[in-house]
């Protein structure tokens, strides 16, 4: 065992043996900055997102407006406040947010190494966060102007802390602060920060009263000013209505039916808390699908797709082989003193089980994880607790936030760092491991072949996953920036080549913005970049709600939408309305022809249909974009 050990270390020594070795990780995160900055401001110039400008109103209402008429169904007002507050300062929101999102991802890849190391040592802390950096839905998050890369960031400082081995108090302290002001921006890191009460209450062994305390003392006085805020202006401790998030998210319609009638049903603005309860059976029906289908695809990537985080995302199924690999690794798996049933048997009555209730579709990730589990119980006494401290945090996420289905993979970012970290040990540790078994099983004795091959392999690995994911990322940045399919065969985004999405924002809020007093109108349409490049207010529709028999004035009046639709559009109108005082009405129309919407308002296709109303006048039309923009009169 020990000849292996010494081959493995041999081995791993000729991969990192430069002098230049230690700059790796700045050389890595440098060049990380760089790549996303260009893409971020040169290439994505100018931006759209819907979901930064609904943060960004928010915000400047909670500072400058009225703060009473504010919901954000989805995550705390820290982001939406810090936001606004910063931007009084840039003067873009999309240039703000985008600072935040480069300069806090690029913190991430460099977090990833420092954590790695504490867990792993410095080879594979240097192959992790190789795999972080080249992430493709990491780069995707982080040109974008999404909200993750901040929360995300204190999480990570969290686990490094966490992770040291020779765990203080100080540690504690710094890593419940972190999550503290992680929560603030977004509601994820408190099952990060329950899990790593759990691991200090299972694995600490010196002082655990007191280092528990110290950790929630300082986790709940970083989020005070978010239950101040809640307690204050709404009288609610948590503001945050997950059965409002379910009802949009859910997969099942019937699902989804029941979590509309139980937001319609709590007044919107009662004791959150005491709905969630009532609809616990709800929650517990979505559960295993959502646990070992929807959001575990995000790890693992159980279909071919962009949005996942995967060691390899656009290989199904390969998260799997590299996650459970290294983890089997740490956890040191001795197969011949484990029963054959935990191995073999389980699995096979598990699958049997469910294919009886048809239910094998949904939960076929079940016999694979079950028996990875019940070994890990037996052999957790091998593992480092500094390796615990970053998987118990982990595991209790997912089993946590499970309770709802996850939107996107960057909701899940806040275990990021578990497939670099474990394929990486995988790559470096256990595959050389394997083909040394090999070895001597064959009784092959020259050394150097073996060596040589070795390398060989785990060099086609690393080099293989850096140019897949390099390409997947170029390839996602295409689609989400070009709303171009993928393809191969071009992978360069040059600008002259494509038009960006956000230029028919761009035209359509120039053409409005010339409009006499339009500061003060308020355009009706599917995004709020028509109304923010106009400058003007907002009212939001999907084209689907209400009667299908409604007229375009009764449809612009909403006087047949059902009170859960009027809830999602008043909580992203321009300003928000979360008490439902304003009661707007349009004063333009932007209808995009490529949107699906419902049969009677498909009308607006044709200007001179006359079911469109008299007062209706089209001032703009484009047959390249599909996009009609009416005045109403």
């Known amino acids: 065992m020990n000849d292996h050990n010494n081959s493995t270390n041999q081995i791993s020594e000729i991969i990192f043996k430069s002098k230049y070795c230690k700059l790796l990780p700045i050389i890595i995160t440098i060049t990380f900055f760089v790549i996303s900055s260009y893409v971020a401001f040169i290439v994505d110039s100018p931006s759209q997102d819907s979901d930064l400008l609904y943060y960004f109103y928010t915000g400047q209402e909670i500072i400058y407006g009225d703060k009473e008429n504010v919901e954000i169904f989805n995550a705390p007002v820290g982001w939406p406040v810090l936001l606004a507050a910063v931007d009084s300062i840039v ?7 985008k600072l935040f999102s480069v300069i806090f991802g690029s913190g991430i890849v460099l977090m990833s190494y420092f954590i790695i190391r504490n867990v792993f040592g410095e080879k594979v802390a240097i192959l992790g966060q190789s795999l972080i950096a080249v992430t493709p839905l990491l780069h995707a998050e ?5 909200s993750e890369m901040l929360p995300t960031f204190l999480i990570f400082m969290s686990f490094y802390f966490i992770t040291k ?9 710094l ?23 759990m691991f200090i209450v299972f694995f600490v062994k010196k002082q655990k009263k007191r280092i528990i305390f110290c950790f929630v003392l300082f986790f709940l006085l970083c989020i005070s000013p978010l239950l101040i805020y809640n307690i204050s202006v709404t009288g609610n401790l948590i503001d ?10 859910s997969k099942s319609e019937s699902n989804k039916e029941i979590f509309k009638n139980e937001v319609v049903q709590d007044g919107f603005n009662q004791d959150n808390i005491k709905n969630i309860i009532n609809n616990l059976k709800n929650y517990f029906n979505t559960y295993p699908e959502n646990l070992f289908h929807n959001n575990s695809h995000y790890v693992f990537n159980l279909g071919l797709g962009h949005n996942n985080f995967s060691t390899l995302p656009f290989i199904p199924f390969s998260g799997i082989l590299f996650i459970l690999g290294g983890i089997m690794g740490v956890f040191k798996y001795d197969l011949r003193k484990i029963h054959f049933s ?46 615990l401290a970053l998987l118990i945090p982990s595991l209790f ?9 996850i939107q996107s993979g960057w909701d899940m970012f806040g275990i990021l760092i578990i497939p670099s970290t474990f394929s990486a040990f995988f790559i470096i540790k256990i595959i050389p491991k394997i083909i040394l078994k090999i070895q001597n099983k064959c009784k092959l004795k020259s050394y150097k072949i073996i060596k040589k091959t070795t390398l060989s392999i785990m060099l086609i690995i690393i080099i293989g996953i850096i140019i897949t994911n390099v390409t997947s990322s170029v390839m996602l940045e295409k689609h989400l920036l070009f709303d171009e399919p993928v393809d191969y065969h071009n992978l360069l985004p040059l600008e002259q080549e494509y038009e960006l999405m956000s230029s028919k924002y761009v035209e359509i809020g120039e053409i409005l913005s010339k409009e006499p007093n339009i500061e003060n109108k308020i355009v009706m349409a599917n995004s709020n970049n028509y109304a923010h490049y106009a400058n003007s207010k907002f009212l939001y529709t999907q084209f689907n709600e209400g009667d299908k028999n409604d007229t375009i004035e009764s449809f612009i009046k909403r006087e047949n939408w059902s009170k859960y639709e009027i809830k999602i559009a008043n909580t992203v109108n321009i300003p928000p309305d979360r008490n439902g005082i304003y009661d707007p009405i349009p004063d333009y129309l932007i209808y995009d022809g490529n ?18 109303p008299e007062n209706f006048e089209l001032i703009y039309r484009s047959d390249k974009t599909g996009i009609m923009i009416y005045k109403i009169e």
């Not at 982080?142 to 999404?146: A, E, G, L, Q």
């Not at 699958?351 to 016999?367: A, Q, R, V």
Request: aromatic share 10%; net charge positive; glycine share 4%.
């Open 91 to 97: 003067k873009d929101p999309f240039i703000t947010s």
């Open 142 to 146: 982080v040109i974008m102007t999404h």
């Open 165 to 173: 081995k020779q765990l203080l108090q100080k540690h504690i302290i």
């Open 175 to 197: 890593c419940g602060a972190f999550l503290g002001l992680s929560f603030m921006l977004r509601p994820q890191s408190l099952f990060i920060a329950v899990g790593t009460i």
């Open 240 to 249: 945050n209505n997950p059965n409002l998030y379910a009802s949009i998210e």
């Open 342 to 387: 935990w191995v073999f048997g389980i699995p096979i009555i598990l699958s049997i089980w469910l294919i009886t209730i048809n239910k094998i579709e949904e939960y076929f990730l079940l016999p694979i994880i079950f028996p990875a589990v019940i070994l890990g119980l037996f052999s957790i006494k091998k593992v480092d607790n500094n390796i």
């Open 397 to 405: 996420f997912v089993l946590s936030i499970s309770i709802v289905r």
């Open 595 to 612: 949107i699906d919407v419902k049969k009677n308002l498909q009308v607006l296709k044709n200007p001179n249909d006359p079911r469109i």
